[in-house]
Every structure is written in structure tokens, then in C-alpha cells.
């Protein structure tokens, strides 16, 4: 049993990133964003080059063994995202939701499917769950106790097993005046999410009152490297295609990197700084254009 084996295994040699300085293997990312926002595209999309060995924004790639399990659509839905970017035939196998059992509450249960499928490489080294927040023991996603739980569980099963985990999930429910300022928490449910996870990628509408416009802003926050922030525009087939020459992706991080450094600068002052006299301070003496603020 999957139990017993958390238990006696001995911890692997860490592997090398899945792409370097974005996904660390051993470990559990998430990639979020409103219904519609083509997370999975994107994730799809990442997936064929990096099982290519290409770089991924620049990345280098380390491709291994792995496995998609749409855990909230089946199959044959998934496979009809893959055929409208023209994958189908690239990336597999694919386990639906109508393959699996998903009668216990019991998350060690439900992996425990999921990693002994039949169709399931046995070498495997990946696990892409499309739809991560059905495996919540009774859909309590707001839960803390519950979500974290759930993660250790699963952090413990890709350290014991060498496996990664990159899962999909929903953003909160805001309007664009009230998003949630910090990144990592706008995931849907709890913050453990984001605090159990490593890697998480948002993907969102550029203007999110009119989220039929085909701009996507992509940001991309490791645990432990640089961030990036990348703008997309969707094709007529929905497939992400970078927006204008790649420096405008580098001029953004340039900025958010000028940014970090003048946040940092500002937290050894002694007081507190109003967000005014932040704003203005980083516009006039450091230059930060008005949209990087």
C-alpha cells in the first residue's frame, strides 16, 4: 500500500528541475486562473515543448516520463483541448475521470489510483492533474486543515516516489476592483495552497471586465527563483503566442525586478511609508513606469 510505503521509503536524490529554475521536481506547482483563461492550453503547450527537450520561455527543459489525469472532465473532453492546438497526437496517455473510483473521501485512496493505473508509465516522473481541487477530502477547498493536510500528504508522495505534481485549478471569484493584491493567494479556497505548493503560475485576461479579449498576462512566482511576467495573445485556434518581441516580457521583469530592490531598500527605513509616498517616490526618483506600479 501507498501508506505503508510513505512510511518505510527511504527520501530520493533530488531530480533536475523539470524546467530549470521554474518547476523543481520532487515537488507539487499549481497553475491557476478563471474558467476560460486557458490555463490548460498553456500547460499543454509546455508540456509537448519540454517533452521535445525545447526551452520553455527560455528554460531549459528536462523531460521525463509522465501522465495526465483529468480528475473533474473526461476524457474525451480533455483530448478535444489537446486536438483544438493540434496535440492530441503529441502528448499522452491521458486517464479520465470516468476511469478512476472516486467513491472514498480518502485522499491516499484516490492517488493511490491514480499512480498504480494500468496506464500509468512505470517509470513514471510526472503527474499533471487537470481539475487538483476535486481530490479535497469532501470539496472542502476553503478548508486550511484539509487543504494542507492534503498537500503534506502528496508533498510526502512525490519525495518517497521521485514523482512532481503540476495540478489546475480556479482563481477567486473578484471583480477587477477588488483583486487580491498579493499573487500566491489568489488561488480558489484556502491559502494553503499557495503555502504548501511550490512553483505557481497565474493565468489571466489582461482586462478581466471583458474576458472575451485574447491578451493573457502569464506571472510565474517559484518559490525559489526569479519570477517572470509574460503577455500572450491567444491565435484562432486558442493557443498562446507571445505578444510583440520577447524584450517586452524583459522590460516588465526588468521592472519588477527595480521594483523588489526599491521594496527592499524601503522595508530597512526606519517608519512606515504610506502606498502614496511609495508610488511616488519609486516614479520619480526610480522611474517605474505607471503600469509596473
Known amino acids: 500500500m501507498l501508506t505503508d510505503k510513505l512510511q518505510s521509503a527511504v527520501p530520493r536524490p533530488r531530480e533536475p528541475d523539470l524546467i530549470q529554475d521554474i518547476f523543481p521536481s520532487n515537488e507539487i506547482h499549481i497553475i491557476g486562473g478563471p474558467s476560460g483563461s486557458g490555463k490548460s492550453t498553456l500547460l499543454f503547450q509546455w508540456l509537448a515543448d519540454w517533452q521535445r527537450g525545447e526551452p520553455v520561455l527560455g528554460h531549459k527543459s528536462n523531460p521525463c516520463p509522465y501522465v495526465i489525469v483529468a480528475c473533474d472532465r473526461r476524457k474525451s473532453s480533455c483530448e478535444a483541448t489537446l486536438d483544438r492546438i493540434g496535440l492530441k497526437e503529441v502528448l499522452s496517455p491521458v486517464i479520465g475521470t470516468e476511469e478512476l473510483d472516486w467513491g472514498s473521501d480518502d485522499f491516499i485512496n484516490c492517488f493511490e489510483q491514480i499512480v498504480n493505473h494500468e496506464r500509468f508509465p512505470s517509470d513514471r516522473k510526472l503527474v499533471v492533474l487537470e481539475g487538483m481541487a476535486t481530490l479535497v477530502p469532501a470539496g472542502k477547498i476553503n478548508d486550511y486543515h484539509s487543504v494542507s493536510h492534503m498537500l503534506r500528504l502528496m508533498s510526502r508522495v512525490c519525495e518517497r516516489r521521485g514523482l512532481t505534481v503540476i495540478g489546475t485549478m480556479h482563481n477567486a471569484k473578484t471583480s477587477d476592483n477588488h483583486r487580491i493584491t498579493n499573487p500566491r493567494e489568489r488561488?480558489?479556497?484556502?491559502?494553503?495552497?499557495?503555502?504548501?505548493?511550490?512553483?505557481?503560475?497565474?493565468?489571466?485576461?489582461?482586462?478581466?471586465?471583458?474576458?472575451?479579449?485574447?491578451?493573457?498576462?502569464?506571472?510565474?512566482?517559484?518559490?525559489?527563483?526569479?519570477?517572470?511576467?509574460?503577455?500572450?495573445?491567444?491565435?484562432?485556434?486558442?493557443?498562446?503566442?507571445?505578444?510583440g518581441e520577447s524584450e517586452g516580457a524583459i522590460a516588465i521583469n526588468n521592472e519588477l525586478s527595480r521594483l523588489e530592490k526599491i521594496f527592499e531598500w524601503v522595508r530597512q527605513q526606519p517608519g512606515e511609508w504610506p502606498i502614496a509616498k511609495l508610488i511616488q517616490y519609486a516614479q520619480e526618483v526610480h522611474g517605474i513606469n505607471d503600469k509596473a506600479v
Open 187 to 243: 488561488i480558489l479556497g484556502s491559502v494553503a495552497w499557495s503555502g504548501f505548493s511550490d512553483t505557481l503560475v497565474l493565468v489571466e485576461q489582461m482586462d478581466m471586465s471583458k474576458p472575451l479579449l485574447d491578451s493573457r498576462q502569464v506571472t510565474i512566482l517559484p518559490r525559489n527563483s526569479k519570477g517572470l511576467v509574460v503577455r500572450f495573445k491567444l491565435d484562432k485556434n486558442g493557443r498562446f503566442t507571445p505578444e
